[in-house]
Every structure is written in structure tokens, then in C-alpha cells.
């Protein structure tokens, strides 16, 4: 194996993207590259360790050494002769090949958080001999590595996988009432959970929580609307575009390294604007009054709100998207301001007010993005009102066409005066300069505003862009962990099921600190699919006295999977001790009548 290197020009400037590739042989002397792992952009000193890990693995200098079965340092005590048993290598079988190596991973995620030690103590085991803290685990470990629905867990994925064998368990675990009672009994340890992770996350990565991002999100529903009142599947504005379909809403606040510290499932029709205040009440109660900085996209601040966390003591700051109208008004004042760059392709402006500071922020490689993207929108629209003016169409027919030309490239429709009269089909269109000159001056170009009055540029542009964080969180729990469909239809089982897709985030979030330092193209779901490879299974040798020796084992991680465990700092455990278990009774069937 190899590091390979690409190059790319963009933005104004030269890109390094390193790959790991190793050569596989083929038939007729062929040489294949295969890729194995991505790593992204990474600095000189990660090149460093990473060259490092790969030579451990040369294929040319690797040696391996053969293993024994029994230990070939020792020797049989005497006391052993004649206790010996005797196994027939040729009727050797290999049984319940499963899933082991993400299992693994998940589970020591989980006890790295110490989620096991925590849910222990808020989920005993019940006095049946339910041990609800092993289940939870095995849904949450489910929900990271192959997420589906609970029936789905008990027909299919807990016998696939190795969750028994690394809980120490049996197929209870997956009984299908233990995992539905099991979302009946965790809502009500929530708020604890956020305490525990907020603490834990600082112990293991220093994470900070000065800076905080809030913004909220959607999932919606295929069931129909319920017949509760108090329900909270409810017709909104729905981020998937999903109008059609019952919806909640879902606040989340995570700190700018993508560390979530607390979420609230609301109704489906909750305005964003009215869950700022209860969310900075909820936060002061958990954790304390702070002097805190909320960053925070348009739309969800009110001016009222704005005001009280202006007043507050200590005051809450804030750091804020505003819409673009307001930019019409601040335009003249803004013009005076000198630009400061603050990166590379990045130039800010201030406005200093009584109590708050507008930034005006540009980016060069945004302006072009949203330059072309406009352009190719408005070439469209043009041709095709072109076309339009050229077909022979009823008046209805015009008002259609031209109706849904305009929902096509609603941005790019503004910039056209077009003229319909009030009868026959004949109008026109020209483009409106003025117009045209407005959209590009605000073309890659945004309003924020502050009460952190005094702070450098450079870091509040740095605060605001780390919303991205948010979206991916969001973007994670949707699609790598698939939180929707959602097939319950009882309440607190749907944000049951949210709960446990918040925990199985957090995992995936202790993992992507981990690789941070290593790679920042590495992503958790590149290796727990590297690690999902390594199966278990149990190798059953026959012996003469009609028992068998059971060994059950994972196999032997392949060169790709090393470099992992190395990079990461892991070690796999021991191999399961064998077991001498009696043969069952073979089956016989009466021979089928003549």
C-alpha cells in the first residue's frame, strides 16, 4: 500500500487530496490500483503518520506467523493424560457466520462515552431478568451501523450480528417486546443523558461550549393526521418538501465541533420564531448561567427575544442571520466602510450601532457559485419564453406555461419585466438592468448581526460559517441514520425513537473526533463499513467421543482493517475460549414408502 496524492486548482489555489491505494495483481500479470481509504486534505505531519502505518503493513517485509490451536510454548501436565480428546479435521464445519467488526466499534464507542455505566444505573434490570441497559444498547449500536425499524432488529439484523456474543447475551435481547417496552422507559432520563455527554465529551476531546449553533429541522409522517388534539404530528412547513404529510419539528443545539449538547421534539406546526426563549430558558436550567454565544440563521430570533438577551445578566450574545430586505436599507451606510479581509477570497465590513454591530460579509468563490448559478437560470427562462412566444396556445394554455416557467426559476423571473395584456396571447418580456444590478451586488454577499460588539471580523465570520455544523448534523441523522420512515404510532414512542437516533449520533460523533486528527476526509461511515468485514463464526471440529470442540472466532482483520485499529490507537480483544459442547441427536426420517 501507498499514499497517493491529486491535485486540484480551485478557488485560486492548489488543492493536495491524499488517497491510500494498494496494487492487486490480476490474471496475465495485470496490475489493478485499488483504493482503500479516502483522508482528504490532510498536513504534512499527518502524511507523516499515516507513511508510518503503511509501512508496518509492506506486503514484502509482513511477516506472518502460523498458529497453533493449542498453545506450542506449553506442555501437557500429567495430570491431563488421558483427558485428551481426539477431532476429526475432515468433518470440520463452519456455522453462523455474522456480522462482527462494526458491532465491536459501536460497542466500544458506547463504553468510551460510558453510556453503559450511566443507563445501568436509570435502567436496572427488571425482576423477570430483563436487562434493559443491554437492549437499549443493541438498538442504539443498530441504529449506527445498519439502521431499520425495531421488527427488523428481531426477525433479522440480531441474528446476523455478534451483539450476543459481545454483551455476553442470548436472542432476549431482541425479543420484540423487550425492545418496544424498552422506548417506554428512557424519555424520562433525557436531560440527565445531556449532562452526562456534555462532560464526558470534555473529559475526552476538551470540548468547549462557549459558542453554541441552534437551528431546527423537520421529519414528517406517511400515517395519516391523528385524531389527538395534543398530538404533535401536525401539518406545517416542512423542510423535505413533504406539505402533503404530518410533520414534527426538531430544535438541536451542538457546539461549532459538532457535539450535540441538547435537542426538543415540537409540534410539526411550530413557527421558529417562537422556540428561541423557551430553548435559552431550558439551557440556563440545565447547565447554568454563562456568558454564551448563540449563533443562529435568520428567522428564528425575534426582535423581543433579541432584546432580552441584550438585557440579560450576564448577557447572552448572539450572532445572527438577517434577511436580505434589510440590507435595502443599510446599503448607503454600508458603502463608506472599508472591507477587511479576513481569510483568503473572504472580505467583511462593520456598522457599528447603539447596541449591536452589522457585518457585511462577502466570499469571492460564493459570489461566483451564486453568479453562475443565476446566469444559467436566467439563459433558461429566456429561451424558454422564447419558445413560448412562438407556439400557437389558448390564453389558458399561455397563463399555464408561463406559470410553470415561473415556479422553474422563481429568482430569475424578478429580473424580467414581462408584460401580459388582459386579453389574447401576445406579451412581452425584457430584462429589468436595474434589477440586475441589484442581484449582483448582493450575489455571494450577507447581512449578520451582533451585540459582540468590539470582537474581530475574522472570528465572527468564523462563528457564523461553523452553522454548517448544524446542517450536517441534521443531514447525518437523516440520512446516514436514517431516522425516518418512523413506524410507531404511539407518542412517546416516536421520540423514543428519536432519543435512540440522538444516541447513536453521539457515537458517531465520538468517532469523528477520533478520526479528525488523523484525516479530515475519513468519515465514521467509511470505517465502520471497513470494520463491518470483519465476520465471526464458530468452527466446530467433530471428536471421536460424539461431543464438539466449538471455536468461536472473528477473523483475522485484512491489512486495510489494521491500519485502522493502528491509526486509531485500538486493540481488538482475545478470541472467545473454545467450548466442548455434547452433539445433538441425529434425526432420523422413515424412509418414504414404495
Keep these: 500500500m501507498f499514499l497517493r496524492e491529486n491535485r ?61 490451536l493449542f498453545p506450542a510454548d506449553k506442555t501437557m501436565p500429567q495430570e491431563a493424560a488421558g483427558h485428551g480428546v481426539q477431532v476429526r479435521l475432515d468433518a470440520m464445519q463452519l456455522h453462523r457466520p455474522r456480522q462482527w467488526g462494526a458491532c465491536w466499534l459501536a460497542n466500544h464507542l458506547y463504553d468510551e462515552l460510558q453510556l453503559d455505566a450511566f443507563w445501568s444505573r436509570h435502567l436496572p434490570a427488571s425482576r423477570k431478568g430483563r436487562d434493559w441497559q443491554k437492549i437499549l444498547q443493541t438498538l442504539v449500536c443498530y441504529r449506527l451501523i445498519d439502521p431499520g425499524s425495531e421488527w427488523r432488529l428481531h426477525r433479522q439484523w440480531f441474528e446476523q450480528s455478534a ?34 455527554l456534555r462532560q464526558r465529551w470534555q473529559d475526552l476531546f476538551g470540548a468547549r461550549f462557549e459558542v453554541l449553533l441552534y437551528d431546527l429541522t423537520s421529519t414528517y409522517f406517511e400515517s395519516p393526521p391523528p385524531d389527538d388534539e395534543t398530538d404533535k404530528r401536525r401539518y406545517g412547513y416542512s423542510r423535505d418538501k413533504r406539505s402533503d404529510c404530518v410533520q414534527i419539528v426538531i ?71 438577517t434577511p436580505k430586505g434589510r440590507l435595502s436599507t443599510l446599503e448607503k451606510a454600508l458603502l463608506d466602510k472599508p472591507w477587511k479581509t479576513v481569510r483568503q477570497g473572504v472580505d467583511v465590513k462593520l456598522l457599528p450601532q447603539e447596541q449591536e454591530t452589522y457585518v457585511f460579509a462577502q466570499s469571492h468563490a460564493r459570489i461566483h ?78 447581512l449578520l448581526r451582533t451585540n459582540l460588539n468590539g470582537r474581530d471580523p475574522a472570528d465572527l465570520w468564523q462563528f457564523y460559517i461553523q452553522l454548517t455544523e448544524i446542517e450536517a448534523a441534521f443531514k447525518n441523522l437523516k440520512d446516514d441514520l436514517q431516522l425516518r420512515p418512523i ?108
Excluded at 440522538?502 to 478520526?515: D, E, G, K, P
Design 251 to 321: 430544535a438541536l443545539v451542538v457546539t461549532p465541533d459538532g457535539f450535540p449538547i441538547a435537542y426538543e421534539v415540537l409540534p410539526g406546526n411550530t413557527a421558529d420564531s417562537t422556540t428561541l426563549r423557551g430553548f435559552l430558558q431550558k439551557i440556563e436550567a440545565q447547565y447554568g448561567k454563562a456568558e454564551r454565544i448563540w449563533v443562529m440563521d435568520r428567522g428564528i430570533p425575534t426582535e423581543a427575544v433579541l432584546a432580552e438577551m441584550r438585557q440579560a445578566d450576564p448577557p447572552v450574545y448572539y450572532l445572527v442571520g
Design 163 to 196: 451483539m450476543a456474543d459481545l454483551l455476553g447475551a442470548d436472542f432476549a435481547l431482541a425479543a420484540k417486546n423487550g425492545l418496544y417496552g424498552c422506548l417506554d422507559k428512557i424519555l424520562p432520563h433525557k436531560q440527565e443523558l445531556f449532562s452526562h
Design 8 to 68: 486540484r486548482f480551485k478557488d485560486g489555489k492548489h488543492h493536495r487530496y491524499w488517497n491510500i491505494v494498494e496494487n492487486r495483481r490480476c490474471a496475465g500479470g495485470k496490475v489493478v490500483q485499488r483504493q482503500v481509504l479516502y483522508l482528504g486534505e490532510i498536513n504534512d505531519s499527518q502524511v507523516a503518520g499515516w507513511s508510518r502505518a503503511i509501512e508496518a503493513f509492506d506486503e514484502d517485509a509482513q511477516r506472518y506467523k502460523q498458529l497453533s
Design 369 to 446: 457559485k451564486e453568479r453562475a448559478m443565476r446566469q444559467r437560470k436566467l439563459r433558461w427562462l429566456w429561451a424558454r419564453l422564447q419558445q413560448i412566444v412562438g407556439m400557437t396556445l389558448t390564453r389558458k394554455e399561455l397563463l399555464m406555461k408561463l406559470g410553470a416557467a415561473r415556479a422553474k426559476a422563481p429568482a430569475a423571473w424578478r429580473l424580467l419585466d414581462i408584460d401580459i395584456p388582459d386579453s389574447g396571447t401576445a406579451f412581452i418580456f425584457k430584462l429589468n438592468r436595474n434589477k440586475l444590478r441589484a442581484a449582483r451586488r448582493r450575489e455571494g454577499r450577507y
Design 487 to 594: 413506524y410507531h404510532q404511539l407518542e412517546h414512542r416516536i421520540e423514543a425513537h428519536i432519543f435512540v437516533a440522538f444516541i447513536a449520533y453521539c457515537l458517531q460523533v465520538t468517532l469523528r473526533a477520533r478520526l479528525k486528527t488523523l484525516a479530515p476526509g475519513l468519515t465514521p461511515r467509511a470505517v465502520l463499513d471497513k470494520m463491518a468485514a470483519i465476520q465471526m463464526l464458530d468452527v466446530h471440529f467433530p471428536t471421536t467421543d460424539r461431543r464438539i470442540l466449538v471455536l468461536t472466532r472473528y477473523t483475522e482483520p485484512n491489512a486495510d482493517q489494521k491500519l485502522l485499529l493502528r491509526q486509531l490507537k485500538l486493540e481488538l480483544p482475545p478470541q472467545p475460549p473454545p467450548r466442548l459442547t455434547t452433539a445433538p441427536p441425529a434425526v432420523r426420517y422413515p424412509a418414504p414408502a414404495l
